[in-house]
């Protein structure tokens, strides 16, 4: 079984920063970043594997934001940068048990209930 727990979400102007937490719990193969806008549907963010240093991004991301992870504290991070106001979401971290390729939702095995971010203009 593996918890997920999300932290650091908040209010942030367009051009500013972040950093988002995810609490793990238990083992996973690979631990995920989606996010959810109104009225949207969930898509995906990032992505980073538990025993190599790979890593994926969504192209709408992939030059301001950097996943990573601490394994002695069994958390991971999401650092925002360059924040837009279309980057207002609930950001949610997920677990699978077996890497994926590529990452959807529907392959997620864990999910975190999420923390909200909002970016103003």
């Known amino acids: 079984q593996v918890q997920l727990v999300e932290s650091g979400g908040g209010l942030v102007q367009a051009g500013g920063s972040l950093r988002l937490s995810c609490s793990v719990s238990g083992r996973a193969h690979s631990t995920y970043w989606f996010r959810q806008a109104p009225g949207k549907e969930r898509e995906f963010v990032a992505a980073?594997?538990?025993?190599?240093?790979?890593?994926s991004y969504s192209d709408s991301v992939k030059d301001r934001f950097t996943i990573s992870r601490d394994n002695a504290k069994n958390t991971m991070y999401l650092q925002m940068s360059s924040l837009k106001p279309e980057d207002t979401a609930v950001y949610y971290c997920?677990?699978?048990?077996?890497?994926?390729?590529?990452?959807?939702?529907?392959?997620?095995?864990?999910w975190g209930k999420g923390t909200l971010v909002t970016v103003s203009s």
């Open positions: 980073i594997r538990w025993t190599s240093t790979t890593t």
């Open positions: 997920a677990a699978t048990r077996f890497g994926v390729l590529p990452p959807n939702e529907a392959a997620m095995d864990f």
